[in-house]
């Protein structure tokens, strides 16, 4: 580590915590986020980390002889229908799989990590969604039969328990789904905004780790890195940049933002240092003055 990093280390103790967000896609290698957070714990730092994992899901429900299915909602994002049978092969990917193997990762690597669902104590709880407004052929459509939720609480007193004992929580959906009839049923929850509910309930700084550098003002434009959105009308600038899975990663960052978090940054998972790199500048960072207006007066949210 260089001096700046091993300073940053050093002041760990007297700074908020930080929650990453892995992602699952295939083109975003763990290795350098795993050393990172080996390198923040053993300075001090709270690491909170959330992780998500499309890509072995995909892999494990076409291998159980199933078709992955995305549909387009009413309001034009593209999302994964998690019925009953994709929602078991969710389960054991996510859950079974994929937060197994990246706890071991960690641990291998010195870290004391705890593998948790958002089902395992209420981690990450709000009601069910059943059914879903789609968008097929141009009409609107109501489809039944979905397992997927909207994050209403995290277990913060859990997460902080865990942290001041020295364990670095490890994070995956499913979440904890509340049945109108008092029932819990796991389903499916984005993994980034996962991560921002987690943020905003520790008052955490966020980093975003996905394969790309940041936010681009001309996605197709890697020199146009937005590095920084401070007031609103920058953050304007950077939604309107941000396009397809990268809207919902910039939608996650003011929802962090909103609910407590300090600071969000965008940054490239596959570079020597990560998450370091990311905290001392690196990547698209949103500061918390972007939401300011909506963080006073819109409360706390998930």
């Known amino acids: ?62 291998r159980l002889g199933m078709e ?34 990246l706890t071991a990762q960690f641990r291998e690597a010195g870290v004391d990590a705890v593998g948790l669902s958002g089902v395992d104590g209420g981690v990450l709880s709000g009601p ?37 004992d020295g364990y670095t929580p490890v994070v995956s959906p499913p979440m904890e789904g509340k049945e109108g009839d008092g029932g819990v049923t796991p389903v499916n ?31 197709d434009d890697p020199d146009t890195l937005i590095e920084s959105a401070s007031t609103p009308d920058e953050l304007a600038a950077v939604e309107a940049a941000a396009e397809g899975f990268m809207g919902k990663k910039v939608m996650a960052a003011t929802e962090a933002l909103s609910g407590g978090s300090g ?3 965008v ?12 905290l001392g500048g690196e990547g698209t960072t949103i500061e918390r003055s972007a939401i300011a207006e909506q963080a006073e007066t819109g409360g706390e949210t998930a």
Do not use: C, W
Not at 134 to 156: M, P
Not at 198 to 217: E, I, M, P
Not at 267 to 278: E, G
């Open 128 to 164: 069910r969604k059943s059914a879903v407004r789609v968008v097929e052929d141009g009409k609107k459509k109501i489809r039944r039969g979905e397992h997927s939720g909207r994050i209403e609480s995290v277990n913060a007193d859990l997460l902080s328990g865990l942290l001041a």
């Open 267 to 278: 940054a490239d998972a596959n570079v020597r240092d990560p998450i370091v790199a990311a």
């Open 68 to 101: 992955p299915e995305y549909v387009e909602s009413a309001s034009g994002v593209t999302g994964r229908f998690t019925d009953a049978e994709t929602m078991e092969a969710f389960t054991m990917a996510m859950a079974g799989k994929l937060n197994t193997e």
């Open 189 to 219: 929850t984005d993994a980034d905004r996962a991560a921002a509910a987690v943020a905003g309930a520790l008052g955490a700084d966020l980093v975003l780790l996905t394969d790309v550098a940041g936010v681009y003002a001309d996605p």
């Open 1 to 62: 580590m260089s001096g700046e990093q091993a300073d940053t280390g050093g002041r760990a103790a007297d700074e908020p915590p930080v929650v990453v967000k892995i992602g699952g896609a295939k083109a975003v290698d763990p290795a350098g986020a795993v050393g990172d957070v080996a390198h923040l714990a053993a300075n001090g730092r709270r690491v909170v980390v959330v992780h998500g994992g499309s890509t072995v899901v995909d892999e494990t429900i076409e």
């Open 263 to 265: 600071r969000v940054v």
